[in-house]
């Protein structure tokens, strides 16, 4: 379906002027019991309160969306636990909980949060480098996406997606649903998504498309330096969608056994404010990205005035080091080299999903 001013992220973007996102998924669960290899997405059923903690605590740090434990809940990734027969109950039930949250918080604050249902990418590489097809792909996709919206879910929110076939093949499926959607990739690699697609890329593909997203943008990938150089990339395109950031907190370090974000609450209330400057309207966090965070970010998204669009050097001089020296966007010579940050070998996402 085409979107339309009436989708109801467009409509509270509208009367707002931007919106707090959430931050993450994994990590939070993590911290309530979730063990590494296990499905997240199996709590829906199994562990309802805790999810239903994980959406309140967006909430009550201030989002006005959050997003459903429903990242990997597709056929092939729930194949990996036994689950594939299960798609369409779990994200009805991610979504579920989720409408359950979002309208609670309407009647006792007044206050409207959309449920985003959550669909990250397949695990698959589709053709012609892997085996899987277009058609299967949107089928996949289509199962998800009518459980989400079974459940009550506002909106779709694909992300995480790294190669343009799959992004397209999510496209067909919010259609084939009749949901409106939101889709963000994973710029992960020298500023480049896994498959190589840049910030330019992106905005091409996103107006080519039969079915465009109410908003595009970026999510997850190495730090939020490199988050915001790819979001100064959208905008460098005038792109006529508003634009999510959804970056990590921080760079992710070994410390004792586990993967830990070095990102600050202060560092993260920078990141948003300077996300928003840079063209985002839609601002929240990815991998390591607590409700601390969440309420830095609020306060500074509230309290701060907007400022004119940071330079490079700015973003650097707030946030840190890019992980690359080149984006792929720049012109040849363009002088920019500001160097990775040391340490930042691990940057790169190796998990299954949105941390």
Known sequence: MAQTATDPLTTLLQARGFLLADGATGTNLFNMGLMSGDAPELWNVEQPEKIEALYSAAVEAGSDLFLTNSFGGNASRLKLHGAEGRVRELNRAAAALGRKVADAALASTGRKVLVAGSIGPTG????????????????????????????????????????????????????????????????????????????????????????????????????????????????????????????????????????????????????????????????????????????????????????????????????????SARDGTEAPGCGHDHGPRAGNAGGRRGGRRRG
């Open 124 to 323: 698959e590489i589709m053709e012609p480098m892997g085996s899987l097809t277009h058609d299967r792909a949107v089928a996949m996709f289509h199962e998800q996406a009518e459980g989400l919206k079974e459940g009550g879910a506002d909106i779709l929110w694909v992300e995480t997606i790294s190669a343009p076939e799959e992004y397209r093949a999510a496209a067909e499926a919010c259609a084939l649903a009749g949901m409106p959607w939101v889709g963000t990739m994973s710029f992960d690699t020298a500023g480049r998504t896994m498959m190589g697609v840049t910030s330019a890329d992106m905005v091409k593909m996103v107006d080519k498309l039969a079915n465009p997203p109410a908003a595009f943008g970026a999510n997850c990938g190495v730090g939020a330096s490199d988050l915001l150089r790819t979001i100064l990339g959208f905008t460098a395109q005038a792109p006529e969608r508003p634009i999510v950031a959804k970056g990590n907190a921080g760079i992710p370090k070994y410390v004792e056994g586990e993967i830990v974000y070095d990102g600050t609450p202060e560092l993260m209330a920078d990141y948003a404010v300077l996300a928003r400057d840079c063209g985002a309207s839609i601002i929240g966090g990815c991998c390591g990205t607590m409700p601390v965070h969440l309420r830095a970010m609020r306060a500074a998204l509230d309290t701060r005035p907007r400022g004119e669009r940071p330079s490079l050097d700015a973003i650097v001089a707030a946030l840190g080091a890019f992980s």
